[in-house]
């Protein structure tokens, strides 16, 4: 069974920076697509970024793109999103998705806040 579990969400003021974490347990991180996902309050929830199995492939929502920076280790089974720039639109909470074959894993989320 697949576990993500978020951390290093907070409290910033707009400019700065944050790097979120997400750490996978179970076997098949290695061969998965990692995506972050955010959801502000009463808003649908959105794409951030993806990574391919491997990191050869990136993608990012217009949104983020040249701001925020996705990576993965897979030797410690996480993957990273680096943060900058940040703005108060990008306000909300972030959620890790592992996705392998139709297998769709979700974290809990972490919040966070940029304040202006």
């Known amino acids: 069974q697949v576990q993500l579990v978020e951390s290093g969400g907070g409290l910033v003021q707009a400019g700065g920076s944050l790097r979120l974490s997400c750490a996978a347990s179970g076997r098949t991180f290695s061969v998965s697509t990692m995506n972050w996902f955010r959801q502000a309050p009463g808003k649908e929830r959105e794409f951030v970024a993806l990574i391919s199995w491997n990191g050869g492939v990136t993608t990012y929502a217009d949104s983020v793109k040249g701001r925020f920076t996705i990576s993965r280790d897979n030797a410690k089974n996480t993957v990273y999103l680096q943060m900058n720039s940040l703005k108060p639109e990008d306000t909300a909470v972030y959620y890790c998705?592992?996705?392998?074959?139709?297998?769709?894993?979700w974290g809990q989320g972490t919040q966070v806040t940029v304040s202006s």
């Open positions: 998705n592992q996705k392998w074959g139709t297998t769709n894993v």
